[in-house]
Every structure is written in C-alpha cells, then in structure tokens.
T-cell receptor
C-alpha cells in the first residue's frame, strides 16, 4: 500500500523567512496530493492541493511542487507569519473511487514561526 | 451551520465501557470517514463509507463498529474500551471517493482511564 514520509518533523523559522516541507510517496499510481494545516486543538484544514497533471501550484504565499518521477512533493511558505505556526500534513491518494482509494497522511511537521 | 459536526467533543470514560461518537455532515457529500489521531499526531484512516456502504476498513479491532444510517451520518461505536483507544477521533466527508477534498469535523477527544 501507499506510504508517505514527511520531513522535517519540526521546523523553526524567523518571521519573514521561507519554510519548506518535503514529502515522498511510494505508490507511483498516486495522483492527488493535498496539504493540511492543523492548529493546536483544531481540525486539519486543507490549504492547497495538487494533482499529477501539474508540476506546481501557487496560492498567495503558499506553493506546492510535484515531481512525479522522483515521487516527491513539497510545500513552500514564503514570508512566514506567526499565524502560520501549526502542524502541517502532506497526504497522497490514488484519486479515484474504489476500495484502494484512501488518503494516506504523512507524519506531520510542526512549524514554529518566531516573531 | 458547521459542515461536519460530531458529538461529543470530549469524552472521559473508564476501561471496559462502551461508547459512541456521532457524526453528521450537511454538505450533501456521498463519502464519510473516521480517522484516528494519536498522541504523536499521526492521522490514520479507520473506515470509509460511500453512500452508506463500507468501502474501507483498515485493520481496526472489531471492538470498533461504524454505522451509517444514511449518507449524511456516520457513527462510531466502541466496545470494551482500552487505554490505547485514547485519541482524537475525526469524522470527515468528501464529495465522493474519487480523491476530492476531505473536510474534517472538529474532533472528539476520547480519554480512557
């Protein structure tokens, strides 16, 4: 089955710096890659996602890149702010219906943005 | 008007008890899920239902029994609770099971003492 690895497990940056979180996946058939942000005591919430037919997607200060050949994808946050502090999860799935389709999450990255 | 709502939010109970967590979504989605988040924050899928039909059952002890009376509801019943069952249980839903956005509920914090 699919396995998603995520690094680093913790990341501390100064306000205004960039943060990069990387994930690798094992199933080459996976084609849907969302990123979730979970603030302390809250639910995970989708912040950006990418499908395998594109290599990069951007939404304001957040961008995601996908390298299907190497089976890895990354989250980039620019101009970080204290409110970006949270746990970030990457995930991968096959993106089509059936018993084999399930969203597998990475182990999470605790991002701390120091003011 | 919370999209995915689950109750109770907090639950403290003794070992050996039986408890249920209820979940409802008002998004008109076909697919609902239960995820478990342990103390290390790992998020693992437990069950998935599509139009009331069980489609994913990850190797979860049979003390855990999901039930979907209709596609807007997915409840989780846990028998003979154990200390290791302490976790946050998230209900979630998506439009269908074709890799669309999954929306999570607020979570139910279960503590077994």
């Amino acid at each position: 089955g699919e396995n998603v690895e995520q690094h680093p497990s913790t990341l501390s940056v100064q306000e205004g710096d960039s943060a990069v979180i990387k994930c690798t996946y094992s199933d080459s058939a996976s084609n849907y890659f969302p990123w979730y942000k979970q603030e302390l005591g809250k639910r995970p919430q989708l912040i950006i996602d990418i499908r395998s037919n594109v290599g990069e997607k951007k939404d304001q200060r957040i961008a995601v890149t996908l390298n299907k050949t190497a089976k890895h994808f990354s989250l980039h946050i620019t101009e970080t702010q204290p409110e970006d502090s949270a746990v970030y999860f990457c995930a991968a799935s096959l993106g089509y219906g059936g018993a084999t389709n399930k969203l597998i999450f990475g182990t999470g990255t605790l991002l701390a943005v120091q003011p | 008007d919370t999209a995915v709502s689950q109750t109770p939010k907090y639950l403290v109970t003794q070992m050996g008890n039986d408890k249920s967590i209820k979940c409802e979504q008002n998004l008109g989605h076909d697919t609902m899920y239960w995820y478990k988040q342990d103390s290390k924050k790992f998020l693992k899928i437990m069950f998935s239902y599509n139009n009331k039909e069980l489609i994913i059952n990850e190797t979860v002890p049979n003390r855990f029994s999901p039930k979907s009376p209709d596609k807007a509801h997915l409840n989780l019943h846990i028998n003979s609770l154990e200390l290791g069952d302490s976790a946050v249980y998230f209900c979630a839903s998506s439009q269908d099971d074709s890799g669309n956005t999954i929306y999570f509920g607020e979570g139910s914090w279960l503590t077994v003492v």
